[in-house]
C-alpha cells in the first residue's frame, strides 16, 4: 500500500469549519476527527478507517 503525504490547504481548513459547525453540537465531535473527515472528502476518499464512524457517514464517507 503507498502513501502520498499532503499538505493541509486553506480549503481543507474551511471544510473542517463547515463540518465543525454543522455537526459538533449534534456529534460532540474533536478537532482532529473534523480535520481527518475533511482532508478524506477534499481528497475524495473512497472509504477510509475512523472511530468516528458517525461523523464520517453522515458526510457521506464509507468506513472500513
Do not use: K, W
Not at 499532503?6 to 478537532?31: C, H, N
Amino acid at each position: 500500500m503507498q502513501f502520498d503525504l499532503r499538505v493541509l490547504t486553506a480549503p481543507a481548513y474551511a471544510e473542517a469549519q463547515r463540518i465543525s459547525l454543522s455537526r459538533t453540537r449534534r456529534f460532540g465531535t474533536r478537532t482532529l476527527d473534523v480535520l481527518y473527515v475533511a482532508c478524506a472528502r477534499m481528497l475524495e476518499a473512497g472509504a477510509f478507517y475512523t472511530f468516528d464512524e458517525r461523523l464520517a457517514r453522515a458526510e457521506g464517507l464509507r468506513t472500513l
